[in-house]
């Protein structure tokens, strides 16, 4: 059977005593030194490679972003407030922060470089890939997807011999089936926006990730997942608290 890791370490992620704030975080060996990566919750990670520090979808309700440590790179996946939060922005830039954001997110973002889906740039060292991030099933109304092609990316970001993929908010579409060689993969579960625990089953074992960490799942039963994913060879369920 395989083996679902439920805890991890904790780490302080502040800058200071008195400004410390703990979170889950994992370590992930690439082949230039360690990736952390530290679980804020929700659709909010945070990495730390290289002496590089990159947030992804920076969110005050999560976390005290001014005792967080500054951004040299933030990538925001797509326009809801819950992903696209311009006072936690603000809070972590710094001078020479870079921001990367889908294009819509990108207007409302200053100094922000856009990314539409199929872009592939590089960022202080980091190639990082824009995936389509979108619904197919899930509507808000008919014919009315919570989220429409074109508006939001998922990304896939190197850091040297290691891929991971960030689904941003999305269902299992035929652009995530076509990934390869992904090493780690957050795929959001949060109902009814992104996807049912069988969609993130699907997905994940078409194009197996290494690593595969449920993210943005709200009240969807994570268990459910790894029930799914139990028997499924070459693909290490991880869950950590990204409700």
Known sequence: MKRVLM??????????AGAAQAFE???????AGNLEITFIGHGTLMFRH??????????????????????DLILVTH????HLDLKAIEAVRKDQT??????????????????????????LGFPVEAV???????????GTPY???????GYVITFADKRVYIGGD????????????IDVAFLPMNLPYTMTPEMVADEAKAFRPKILYPYHFGETDVQKLAHLMKDEKGIEVRIRNMK
Not at 98 to 121: F, H, L, P, R, Y
Not at 132 to 142: D, G, I
Not at 147 to 153: E, I, P, S, V, Y
Request: aromatic share 4%.
């Open 98 to 123: 870079v921001i990367v954001a889908s294009e819509t997110a990108a207007k409302q973002i200053k100094s922000a470089v856009a990314m539409n889906n199929g872009d592939a740039k590089t960022f």
């Open 50 to 71: 290289g002496g590089k520090v990159i947030h992804v979808d920076p969110w005050t309700q999560l976390a005290d972003y001014g005792k967080l440590p500054k951004a």
């Open 147 to 153: 989220h429409a092609k074109g508006d939001g990316n």
């Open 25 to 31: 975080a994992d370590i992930i060996p690439t082949s």
């Open 170 to 181: 999305t269902e299992n579409t035929p652009e995530m089936k076509a990934l390869r060689n």
């Open 132 to 142: 389509p991030a979108y619904n197919l099933v899930h509507m808000r109304s008919p």
């Open 79 to 82: 326009e809801h407030r819950d």
């Open 7 to 16: 805890c991890c370490a904790l780490v302080v992620a502040g800058l200071s």
